[in-house]
């Protein structure tokens, strides 16, 4: 292969990475996010071992309730941001054995690849919001008791 088809080939292999980028910085949002919502439910929990009873303590349980599930939903999220990253990675290595090797990849492979990555980012991103919505009714559930309306 010539030193110019073998550039073209590294440039068209390489213009995934750009979604490849963007998927580790979403997978490393949702893995920072998963540790603040664990250090959170380790916090609540060690409030609760003080408390005796009373309506802090089933708000505390109800907040702990809707981290766990909200830690479930960030631990999805980031195994289908995984998935999108494997599909681009995919795409790359597709598009690179097809111009280095000549080995005649169909194109659609690439692209289909390519189209999985997305769809999986996608749904890792809705996957994300629902977890965002949950995020309001714990913090209203904590505010609730806190501070109660006079």
């Given at each position: 292969?010539?030193?110019?088809?073998a550039?073209d080939?590294?440039?068209?292999?390489?213009?995934?990475?750009?979604?490849?980028?963007?998927?580790?910085f979403?997978?490393?949002g949702?893995?920072?996010r998963?540790?603040q919502?664990?250090?959170?439910?380790?916090?609540?929990?060690?409030?609760?071992?003080?408390?005796?009873?009373?309506?802090?303590l089933?708000s505390?349980?109800?907040?702990?309730?809707?981290?766990?599930?909200?830690?479930?939903?960030?631990?999805?999220?980031?195994?289908?941001?995984?998935?999108g990253?494997?599909?681009?990675?995919?795409?790359i290595?597709?598009?690179l054995?097809?111009?280095?090797?000549?080995?005649?990849?169909?194109?659609?492979?690439?692209f289909?690849?390519?189209?999985?990555?997305?769809?999986?980012?996608?749904?890792a991103?809705v996957?994300?919001?629902?977890?965002?919505?949950?995020?309001?009714?714990?913090?209203n559930?904590?505010?609730?008791?806190?501070f109660?309306k006079?």
């Amino acid at each position: 292969m010539p030193a110019a088809g073998a550039l073209d080939a590294i440039v068209t292999a390489l213009a995934p990475a750009a979604g490849l980028t963007s998927g580790i910085f979403l997978a490393n949002g949702l893995a920072v996010r998963f540790g603040q919502i664990s250090s959170r439910v380790r916090e609540l929990n060690r409030e609760a071992r003080t408390l005796t009873d009373g309506d802090r303590l089933a708000s505390v349980r109800r907040q702990v309730d809707l981290l766990v599930r909200r830690a479930h939903l960030v631990q999805r999220s980031i195994l289908v941001a995984f998935a999108g990253l494997f599909a681009l990675i995919l795409t790359i290595l597709a598009l690179l054995l097809d111009s280095f090797f000549e080995l005649r990849t169909p194109p659609a492979l690439a692209f289909g690849a390519f189209s999985v990555g997305l769809l999986l980012f996608g749904a890792a991103l809705v996957i994300s919001f629902t977890e965002l919505s949950l995020s309001t009714r714990t913090l209203n559930e904590d505010v609730r008791t806190s501070f109660p309306k006079q």
